[in-house]
């Protein structure tokens, strides 16, 4: 299998362009590689080394420098270390877990031994050589490696992550944890892939989770692809947290059939620039989409939200509610874009974004995006970024508490709006304890 070069020449001062390292080591690695996954793979090299990495240049990127987190030197592929505890960072949750360390699946960690007939919740490389016909149907066809670098980073050079599978007409009553732990002490590159496939009238939740063992610099550049077939609904909470110094690009990316219900929940509370990428192609009528989201950045944190429902079909709804908070020399960013096509009449779709800046030297741009080609829809946005309001502070203070108290307790009910609106207990409170603790209340 040839793999290809970015065509670019070497600038005189002989830097290697990021992406013609990724390329280099996927040709180490490539030998024997063949067959539908090889394939895949060397398509996902061709669209990388024709497209390289975006810089700030681009549009949708002209706020965030990945650059600086793609020059370093990283480690791939670290062993697992074997341990066989439960890793679970979330009490009383009662749940499905799947664990993975450095994002490959560790089963001895992993606690799946009642999932209901049919339902498959298992390591990605081995469910390619396991179930080859369900994978290779939906693997890359959801994530598009040509539309997005990362993407194609991640199927390039990616060894494992999860294949969640729930057959028609099944309804998980227990919610599914997949758990990513790294403990790389070491720059390293971490690429876990989840595969989501529900099929028609089948109901499940997953809860993300990212626990850091170490202060470590890692970069984590992860995919979610979801599939949500008819009369199906899916909900999935990713908590985004750990050690200050970890970096991130996550993508998710969802289609919809008729009638289906998809909703995410994104809490991202650590990381020095992280970035989410969520594409949502409802491609069907009847179908619902709710997309909530909170940031809580600090120090010289970098958050960046990018969002897109693209409306391909009439009679839908979508709703997105993204909230931020701000502080130091902390930068945040939300553009979400709606896309209403021709054909998508009667589509009911509301965007807004909330962010609190609390510092002067704290930044938030926010872009809400409506772009429309029907003339029957009802679609609005609105974006607000402001301070505290004093009058508030003043009146809390009048009632006896200190400044320190009223602030925090004005930021924890802020902050709450998108938190309560977590359907699982033990999720939400775990959430709402994290919130609390980082806003001092």
């Known amino acids: 299998m040839r793999i290809p070069s970015s065509g670019r020449r070497p600038a005189a001062s002989t830097k290697v362009r990021p992406e013609d390292r990724f390329l280099a080591a996927f040709a180490k690695r490539s030998t024997g590689t063949n067959g539908w996954l090889g394939d895949l793979r060397a398509e996902a ?248 989201g909170l940031f809580l950045a600090d120090g010289s944190t970098h958050v960046d939200n990018h969002t897109l429902v693209d409306h391909a079909q009439p009679n839908c709804f979508s709703s997105e509610f993204y909230k931020g908070i701000l502080n130091d020399r902390a930068t945040g960013v939300f553009n979400g874009k709606v896309l209403v096509r021709q054909d998508a009449q009667q589509i009911n779709a509301y965007q807004s974004n909330k962010s609190i800046v609390l510092s002067d030297t704290a930044r938030m741009f926010s872009k809400p995006e409506l772009e429309i080609y029907a003339d029957d829809v009802k679609c609005s946005h609105g974006a607000t970024t402001g301070e505290l309001d004093k009058e508030a502070v003043f009146y809390l203070r009048t009632r006896g508490l200190t400044e320190k108290q009223a602030r925090a307790l004005m930021l924890v009910s802020f902050a709450r709006e998108v938190v309560d609106r977590l359907a699982i207990e033990p999720v939400r409170d775990l959430v709402d304890s994290m919130v609390t603790e980082r806003l001092g209340a």
């Open 45 to 292: 090299a061709e669209c990388l080394a024709a497209h390289g990495f975006p810089t700030r240049r681009s549009e949708a990127w002209k706020y965030t420098n990945i650059g600086s987190v793609l020059r370093r030197e990283f480690s791939f592929d670290l062993p697992n270390t074997g341990d066989s505890a439960n890793w679970s960072d979330i009490a009383q949750l009662d749940a499905h877990e799947a664990a993975f360390e450095n994002g490959r699946y560790l089963p001895s960690a992993s606690q799946l031994s009642d999932l209901p007939p049919g339902v498959l919740v298992m390591g990605l490389a081995d469910a390619a050589e396991s179930h080859t016909w369900l994978v290779r149907l939906h693997l890359g066809q959801v994530a598009d490696a040509k539309r997005c670098s990362f993407v194609a980073l991640n199927t390039l050079l990616g060894r494992d992550g999860a294949l969640v599978f729930v057959p028609r007409g099944t309804q998980l009553e227990k919610p599914i944890h997949l758990i990513q732990r790294i403990t790389a002490s070491r720059d390293t590159l971490v690429q876990p892939r989840i595969l989501v496939v529900a099929e028609e009238n089948a109901r499940v939740t997953l809860v993300q989770s990212t626990v850091a063992a170490d202060a470590t610099s890692s970069f984590t550049n992860s995919v979610t692809e979801v599939f949500v077939g008819r009369n199906a609904y899916v909900a999935r909470v990713d908590i985004q947290a750990g050690s200050p110094d970890r970096n991130e690009v996550s993508s998710l990316d969802v289609t919809q059939q008729t009638g289906s219900t998809f909703s995410n929940h994104s809490f991202t509370l650590g990381g020095a620039i992280v970035r989410n990428n969520i594409n949502v192609l409802a491609d069907a009528e009847q179908c619902e989409t709710y997309l909530n």
